[in-house]
């Protein structure tokens, strides 16, 4: 074979780090996306997105020529392994929509050979994984199907790939060893388990995360309500105490994951995952909450705004599922102006800090950026659910 590896849809945050790690452990890599944009950046030695380390090693593996690309899916069968870069997006309906999985599977059909092994490595709804392998049983194709979830916390994809467990499941017993010879590339901490075992301990772990931030974001607003400084309440409940180390900040949960992931476990156990629906609502809630807050102290229509911080997490460019934009919008309605500013987010609609710093009565930090706790906010209004500033975080 011409590659050892393809990675379809390898531009993206999950595949393109996966890919230069391979291609620096001497593995040939293909990387297959039709967005050539993004290719053609990657080429040059460009990240198209914010990933620590990343752009050194990649300029390393394209000197090295382990790393190729491609725009067409013709590579895929000169290819020893695929792995398959796409998830179970969500509805209007917050269901899972499985056309998208069945399109992609009836145009890769073609191009996959009998013995070739295909691991799929995005988040899929529960029992996927066999109604794939079930698909290529029915066109008549004998792959082996892997289910081998990433788990990486973006913008750290390389370094904890190399230090986190690998989760590797298959269908056939050549599948699990050939996809643990693949992953023990990057670790030698594997766990072997069926694919919905292993398809559930990536729903779970999303969802537990989820859950908990809900918890956070729930006592956040109680203690607010009594007009108590929630970080006050945080730091007696932490403070050298184990039990709760564990137990995370409040602050605007979001990103292209976790909401999704514990929709699509609700849908798996027919809408009965009431804890995953509550704590939708609690997070999602959260940019109304801290409007309707600032509506009882100010008139709002009277105030010009100004949101720091619009990427889904600090320390990154990644904007998928932000509440920032959520918070902007109710505030569009409620507000005289809305100013937004983010110095890792390409977006033409944002104003640069300064501007945002000097001509906003009211100060939201949406996103925990670390720049942000150097700020010198004086003789303003500024709501820090984060306590980035230090100062509590009571609205």
């Known amino acids: 074979m011409k590659y050892d590896v393809c ?25 297959y996306d039709t967005n050539e944009e993004a290719i053609e950046l990657t080429k040059a030695g460009i990240i198209p997105f914010t990933e620590e380390g990343a752009e050194p090693l990649l300029k390393q593996v394209l000197k090295s020529n382990k ?40 145009e890769l059909v073609p191009y ?32 082996h199907v892997a289910f081998c979830p990433e788990r990486i916390l973006e913008g750290k994809a390389l370094e904890e790939m190399e230090n986190l467990p690998q989760i590797i499941s298959s269908f056939t017993e050549e599948g699990v060893q050939r996809a643990s010879a693949l992953f023990s590339l990057l670790t030698k901490d594997l766990v072997v388990v069926e694919p919905m075992e292993a398809e559930l301990a990536k729903l779970f772990t999303n969802s537990w995360r989820y859950l908990k931030f809900a918890i956070a974001n729930q006592f956040y607003m109680i203690a607010n309500d009594f007009d108590l400084d929630f970080y006050n309440i945080y730091h007696a409940m932490t403070h050298n105490y184990n039990r709760t180390k564990d137990f995370p900040r409040p602050g605007f949960a979001a990103g292209p994951c976790l909401f999704k992931d514990t929709m699509q476990l609700s849908a798996f156990h027919n809408n009965n995952f009431f804890l995953g629906h509550t704590a939708m609502l609690i997070n999602e809630g959260l940019p109304n909450y801290v409007v309707s807050q600032l509506g009882k102290q100010y008139t709002l229509s009277e105030k010009k705004i100004g949101i720091l911080g619009m990427a889904f997490k600090a320390e990154s460019d990644d904007i998928r599922e932000s509440l920032s934009y959520k918070l902007k919008k109710i505030l569009e309605i409620e507000a005289k102006q809305v100013l937004c500013a983010d110095p890792y987010v390409k977006d033409a609609t944002l104003a640069d800090e300064k501007t945002v710093l000097q001509e906003s009565d009211i ?31 009571k609205i």
């Not at 295909?118 to 004998?142: H, Q």
């Open 7 to 31: 990675i379809i849809g390898g531009c993206g945050h999950v595949g393109l780090p996966l890919a230069i790690l391979l291609a620096s452990k001497g593995k040939e890599v293909c990387v």
């Open 67 to 106: 790393l190729h690309f491609s725009a067409t899916p013709d590579v895929v069968t000169e290819s020893e392994i695929a792995v398959l870069i796409i998830g179970t997006p969500v509805d209007e309906h917050l269901n899972p929509k499985f056309r998208i999985m069945k399109n992609v599977i009836d």
């Open 112 to 143: 996959l050979y009998d013995g070739q092994l295909l691991v799929l490595r995005s988040t899929v709804y529960p029992g996927l994984s066999k109604r794939i392998n079930d698909w290529f049983v029915e066109a008549g194709k004998n792959i």
């Open 363 to 393: 100060i939201i930090i949406a996103a925990p950026h670390k720049r942000y706790k150097e700020l010198k906010i004086k003789d303003k209004k500024v709501v820090d659910i984060w306590n980035i500033l230090n100062n509590g975080g």
